[in-house]
């Protein structure tokens, strides 16, 4: 390839990335396009918005506004300054969106890209059969809300990137709260799971505290015989009386 059109290619590349902005929105919100005001011609006579091929809104001084299909009802256009309001936007919308004024296309073109919020998720739990490691499964339905990132992050730890699966040792403090959280470009949620995976819970377990409760419950009986004999006969149940 020769100078002149390495040259030429890098301009373009340039331009184009410099011309085309990346937009992500949630489902059912809306979407305000708003060309350059320095793009914008001092006397307009017509402006027409397409999404990808196809007319949008079309506005001409002698004919005035047309919308189009699905977007009826749900788009208004600013006649002064060319933007462009669309409500309760839906997957269809997606797609990339252009506006021309005077009939010229301006250069700025705008990549919609309507994708759901992520739901909250669910953690679940299986471990191997020696209970020394389990693995945590984070799940939700991410259908239409791809991309979507997982991580995971212990305690007050910091966030890592990682996989829907975290595997977690029985080395690893019991008191930790793991919490799974989902992302994409337009939502985040997350979960807690503060379970005892390995059923140790320390050293004052539940089963260890009813037994000490026992056992203290046992010796304030013994201690209550002991005394209540003495305060009775005046002697220890263990001395002998000489009569």
Avoid at 134 to 144: A, M, N, P, Q, R
Avoid at 183 to 211: M, Q, Y
């Amino acid at each position: 390839m020769s100078t002149t059109l390495l040259t030429v290619f890098l301009a373009e590349a340039i331009l184009y990335a410099v011309s085309a902005q990346q937009l992500n929105r949630k489902v059912g919100v809306d979407l305000v396009l708003m060309p350059d005001k320095s793009t914008i011609p001092d006397s307009i006579t017509g402006i027409l918005w397409k999404h990808e091929k196809n007319k949008l809104a079309e506005w001409d001084k002698d004919f005035g506004l047309d919308i189009y299909a699905a977007f009826k009802n749900r788009t208004t256009l600013d006649l002064t300054t060319g933007e462009l309001r669309i409500s309760g936007l839906t997957k269809t919308d997606s797609g990339v969106y252009s506006v021309e004024f005077n009939s010229k296309l301006l250069d700025k073109t705008y990549t919609l890209s309507v994708i759901k919020a992520v739901p909250k998720p669910t953690i679940t739990s299986s471990c191997n059969s020696d209970k020394t490691s389990c693995t945590l499964t984070c799940e939700g339905d991410t259908t239409d809300a791809e991309p979507v990132t997982y991580s995971w992050k212990a305690g007050e730890g910091a966030w890592e990137v990682s996989g829907q699966q975290k595997i977690v040792s029985r080395n690893d403090s019991t008191k930790i709260i793991y919490t799974c959280q989902l992302k994409n470009p337009v939502s985040e949620a997350s979960e807690d799971f503060d379970k005892d995976l390995f059923g140790t819970g320390g050293w004052l377990t539940k089963a260890r505290l009813f037994g000490i409760s026992l056992f203290v419950l046992a010796v304030a009986v013994v201690l209550l015989f002991i005394f209540g004999h003495k305060a009775k006969t005046g002697v220890w149940f263990y001395e002998k009386v000489v009569i």
